[in-house]
């Protein structure tokens, strides 16, 4: 956390905000690739509890 905040801060003081832009969306990139890796992960796991428990005749 702390390399990230510092990048940031240097591109603000040496006006480069191209490069903050990019660093804001590269972070905010690997956000929804993790959110979004939870969720499909989530769901498989579910439809595979749910198969389980038809098996077993649990539902």
Same mark, same amino acid.
């Given at each position: 956390m702390p390399?990230? %905040?510092?990048v940031m801060t240097f591109a603000v003081s040496e006006a480069f905000r191209p490069a903050g832009i990019l660093f804001a969306m590269t972070v905010m990139f690997g956000v929804a $690739? %993790? $959110?979004?890796c939870v969720v499909l992960?989530?769901?498989r796991f579910r439809e595979r $509890?749910?198969?389980h428990?038809?098996?077993a005749g649990l539902i």
């Open positions: 390399a990230r %905040t510092f $690739l %993790t $959110l979004s992960l989530s769901i $509890l749910v198969d428990r038809r098996i």
